[in-house]
């Protein structure tokens, strides 16, 4: 059990999908097989290899996530019970996470970190610092077995809508594929075409773009329904 949790925010229940805003892990929400299919779902997507462990020290960073979690369907149990022993045990589990990091950049693109490793501190995320003027969205991964759904998308418009840090910036971290990009534009983020070369070398689309989300748009979300 993680000492002095704290939950940031907690939302809505709607109506098995949970999403909420974790600021250090809340023990009673995430458990350790949580923080098992959790590494499960980054490391499927991005080709890494982060233990539980790590996972576990990069959400009590400090650093914003959010994370969704649904009663697990047949198709997720069976998907997991292949990559994880031992097996799950709980009916609930991650479908989906949101990371985001604190950057500090006068808006200038050129003072994000040049790659993944400085940005993220190895990958075990670092504390905020209230000199931040950045929020930037590390990365958007949801369950395998939930592509095609919108999942992603509701999770996004869900950050989006709850943020309530005043960040002056608002900035992903997208690797450079072309749909991966109409995505975020889909969500109202626009392409900066700032590209960092080589940010993410051990990944197939090894280059990063930056696109920008409009912070004073975040009520255009005010309405978003999470829902199935
Ligand atoms: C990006 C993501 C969160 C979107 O989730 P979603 O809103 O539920 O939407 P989907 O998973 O259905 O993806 C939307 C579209 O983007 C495409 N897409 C998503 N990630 C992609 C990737 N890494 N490479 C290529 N295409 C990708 C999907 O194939 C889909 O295309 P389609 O509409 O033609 O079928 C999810 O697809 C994901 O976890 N992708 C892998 C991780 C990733 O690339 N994240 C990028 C943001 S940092």
Partial sequence: MVKNQKTLKIHQKIPDIILALFQKIPGSKLNAQDLRVLTTILNDSWKTNITPETMKQRLNSGSLFIIAKDLATDKDLKYLKQRLAPPINSPTIPVGIIETIDSKTGGNYNKVPKNYSALTKKGLWKPQTSKSDTLILVDATILSTRKGKNLGRKMMAYTLKNITKPHKYLWTYTPNIEKVKRWHESLGAKNTNHIIKQARPEFI???????????????LYKDTKISH
């Fill in 205 to 219: 689309y090894s280059d990063v773009n930056i696109m920008s989300y409009p912070v004073q748009q975040r009520n």
